[in-house]
């Protein structure tokens, strides 16, 4: 399954914020089922992302059985 809308929360190790961008979350779902939404770490980032030859951000998502292309 290819995802074409990703939304990408870059989160610190202790996030601080996470109510707020809980709250922009949820509203995501409730009104944009087909926009998935991830939370990463600038280190998860580094470790498990990569860029396309067209400058696309790749990061693979461990839960799922797709990767996603921002």
């Given at each position: ?6 939304v ?47 400058k ?15």
């Amino acid at each position: 399954m290819i995802v074409r809308a990703v939304v990408l929360f870059l989160v610190s190790e202790v996030e601080r914020n996470v109510y707020d961008q809980r709250g922009v979350e949820y509203h995501i779902y409730e009104h944009q089922h087909h926009i998935k939404v991830i939370r990463r770490t600038l280190q998860q980032i580094r470790t498990g992302g990569s860029l396309s030859p067209s400058k696309k951000l790749i990061v693979l998502v461990l839960c799922c059985t797709f990767a996603v292309f921002i």
